[in-house]
């Protein structure tokens, strides 16, 4: 639905009245437009902002996306948010709420749209090889402790092919070209929310373990030939398995199982 201005906008009372949720978006900062939501909750939540709190922009003008990339948040296009969370998990653990926020998105895409996203390791989540959307969390620690963690999603939802910058045309898509017809975001947003709270609430009761396991069922590239690129260094060999950190584990050519933390996968 459209509201005066013509734009169907995400505001505060917009995503009160259609979230599900109890502890996802109590508190809601909505933006027109803002530098970077990650940015803007990662200041709040330094100064004590409740676990929970949903930032969110129509735009972003200095989306981050990782390893010091642009993200692409176009005005009225997307789902441009972050959500402050406060994790009781040891610090070593933190690498893995990524994958929460993944599979979230991939089962609410699922059960709002019926299409089937897969992952890609460590942080994509792809439709017909093409990546809609994108996770950077950042996260603060305290004592060796958790004190937050900034999760931020980029969702590409209503773009028509042509919206995309070029150079981004034949790697990226949205819901809307995957779909043929565009998505209510606000209803969207809800699903989504709901996802990662029903997600956060099973990790607090039973670890990673169901939520790694999803995430690995959603992996085409698990068991198969990859080549992973580290800043200057290419390690080639078999996906074997993500370990309880969120490591990948690579089956070298050689046969040594290496602990790759980060890096780009090719396949
Ligand atoms: C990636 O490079 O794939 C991660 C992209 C993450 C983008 C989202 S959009 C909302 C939040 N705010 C940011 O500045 N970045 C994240």
Not at 167 to 178: N, P, Q, V
Not at 240 to 257: F, I, K, S, V
């Amino acid at each position: 639905m459209k509201d005066k201005s013509g734009f169907d906008l995400l505001s505060d009372d917009k995503i009160k009245s259609v979230i599900k949720t109890e502890l996802l978006a109590q508190k809601i900062y909505a933006f027109w437009s803002v530098g970077s939501t990650n940015e803007f909750a990662y200041s709040r939540a330094v100064q004590g902002e409740s676990e929970g709190t949903l930032v969110i922009a129509e735009q972003q003008s200095k989306g981050r996306g990782r390893k010091l990339h642009n993200w692409d948040s176009p005005f009225n296009k997307g789902l441009w948010f972050s959500l402050i969370l406060r994790p009781e998990v040891p610090a070593a653990r933190a690498g893995l709420v990524p994958y929460l926020a993944g599979i979230s998105v991939a089962e609410a895409v699922e059960t709002y749209t019926g299409l089937k996203p897969a992952v890609k390791w460590p942080n994509d989540l792809l439709l017909s090889g093409r990546k809609f959307c994108g996770i950077l969390s950042e996260v603060e620690f305290e004592n060796s402790k958790i004190k937050f963690i900034v999760l931020g999603i980029g969702i590409n939802v209503n773009h028509k092919k042509e919206e995309f910058p070029e150079e981004f045309r034949e790697m990226a898509t949205s819901l809307r070209i995957e779909r043929d017809a565009r998505l209510d975001r606000a209803d969207f947003l809800a699903e989504v929310l709901l996802r990662i709270e029903n997600n956060y609430n099973d990790l607090k009761q039973n670890g990673f373990k169901n939520i790694i396991n999803r995430w690995k069922k959603r992996c085409p590239q698990l068991g198969k030939k990859v080549t992973i690129v580290q800043n200057d260094e290419k390690y080639q060999g078999i996906f074997e398995d993500l370990n309880d950190e969120g490591c990948l584990m690579l089956r070298t050519n050689e046969g040594e199982l290496k602990k790759i933390v980060a890096g780009d996968l090719i396949f």
